[in-house]
């Protein structure tokens, strides 16, 4: 199984109202980058057989722009495995459920899903020993690639939305330096 983890786009600033907060949307520019991040999934030529977001408005947002841009056309599912108050062994559970699929998605929140991918990186018995997981590093709006095939994952690939912004920047500039003739 290929497992796509995304951290959600930008959302402007915090609000202290937990009411607010659930339902803070994402920004412009958190927009602008899962329209961009899902163009450049669509032009590397992957899809998704599952998609699944915590119910966070942001989240939501973000899956949902993603998955129009990479042609997935099926319901989102919500899982409370994603949120920011969620354990280890409720997102490990989420992954076994998802292990029919090919090709899956989930998207969450900071901290916890960067420390989950972390830790999905470990072999079984390395988590239950005091080692710390491995870092990773994801910013608002970043993938990564995890392959399952034996053991551990194995981190495929990440991408960050700077990175996506300037590939579409160098790929919409002119083919050629414009050369003055004297």
């Not at 339902?23 to 961009?36: E, T, V």
């Not at 991408?159 to 912004?165: C, G, I, M, S």
Request: charged share 20%.
């Amino acid at each position: 199984m290929n497992l796509y983890v995304m951290r959600h786009g930008s959302a402007g600033t915090r609000r202290s109202n937990p009411l607010l907060e659930l339902r803070r949307p994402l920004d412009k520019a958190g927009k602008r980058d899962c329209l961009l991040l899902g163009n450049t999934l669509s032009s590397m030529n992957i899809s998704f057989d599952l998609i699944v977001s915590s119910n966070l408005k942001r989240s939501l947002q973000t899956a949902s722009l993603v998955g129009t841009e990479t042609g997935y056309e099926q319901k989102i599912l919500l899982s409370d495995a994603l949120p920011p108050s969620a354990q280890f062994p409720q997102f490990e559970k989420l992954v076994v459920e998802c292990g029919a699929h090919e090709s899956v998605m989930v998207v969450g929140h900071s901290p916890n899903l960067v420390q989950f991918v972390g830790m999905l990186m470990q072999p079984a018995q390395a988590t239950k020993a005091s080692r710390p997981a491995a870092a990773v590093r994801m910013r608002k709006g970043s993938i990564a690639r995890l392959s399952f095939e034996r053991g551990a994952a194995t981190l495929q690939w990440m991408l960050d939305p700077r990175l996506v912004r300037t590939l579409y920047a160098s790929s919409t500039a002119r083919p050629r330096r414009k050369i003055s003739r004297k």
